[in-house]
Nanobody
Framework: QVQLVESGGGLVQPGGSLRLSCETSGFNLRYYVIGWFRQAPGKAREGVSCISGRDGSTFYADSMKGRVTITADNAKKTVYLEMNSLKSDDTAVYYC?????????????WGQGTKVTVSS
């Protein structure tokens, strides 16, 4: 069935790097988009990045552009979010989400999230 499972979160020191994974099943990445979002406790959900399997486009939020890279491995059916130069403000639960058409449009399915804590 259609499913998204995030992993790779954990504790990292400021300035460090982390790679998050979004393992997908039940659909072909080529025909959908996968977005990464984050939400800190008590704060609104924020878009981080998105990749379109349909046209190959990638997008990044200005707040994290230059510090994150989104990639898709179609063979492994997994989308990755590589983060570096992490700051304390990056502490949040990170979610991946499935979209039916284009990045920026509403997403239909969400994973359970993976917690990232940036602290010394």
């Amino acid at each position: 069935q259609v499913q998204l499972v995030e992993s790779g979160g954990g504790l990292v020191q400021p300035g460090g790097s982390l790679r998050l994974s979004c393992e997908t099943s039940g659909f072909n990445l080529r025909y959908y988009v996968i977005g990464w979002f984050r939400q800190a406790p008590g704060k609104a959900r924020e878009g981080v990045s998105c990749i379109s399997g349909r046209d190959g486009s990638t997008f990044y939020a200005d707040s994290m552009k230059g510090r994150v890279t989104i990639t898709a491995d179609n063979a492994k059916k997994t989308v990755y979010l590589e983060m570096n130069s992490l700051k304390s403000d990056d502490t949040a639960v990170y979610y991946c989400a499935l979209g039916p058409r284009r990045c920026g449009e509403p997403y239909d399915l969400w994973g359970q999230g993976t917690k990232v804590t940036v602290s010394s």
